[in-house]
């Protein structure tokens, strides 16, 4: 299902076609047949690079905005796990598979971000924005990571259970 979702939504949203003029540098449609900017003949050659470029740099900038949108979860995520084990503490209300299934759909974020660096993490390319979601991703990650550790940590002392 994830993966699902993953191809769907988030890592590979619909993208125009477009490319920088090999004049005038504008970024102009693929389908036009002269540049409007500077009136010349667009050589498919030419322009293909820099399109392909364009193309690959926008859908990851675009993927990544569109992971980013987990980022407000985090507090959700804290709330959940925070909530969770001091009525756990109180009352051992909750069995362990409890604990798990409110914590295993915050893995998601975490696996889209894994897979958005194997698909568009490579790109060797020096553009401000996609360097900057780039680094935004890995502090999500990051952040993703510790929360992550702190919930288990919080599960792990709810289960040590007084013997009774
Ligand atoms: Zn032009």
Redesign the pocket.
Known sequence: MLEKLADKNFLDPEIAWAGN??????L?SLAAE???????K?EMDDIFVSSVNHVLLTQAISSANAIRTYDGGVYIFLAVSVMRFLIDVMSYTFPLWFAIATSIVWLAPLFLIGKWYQRHGKWDSDDAEYLFVQKELERSFLLWLVLHLFNGILIWISQQRPIT
């Open positions: 003029c090999h004049t005038c540098q504008q102009i002269n540049c409007p900017y500077c009136g010349i667009i």
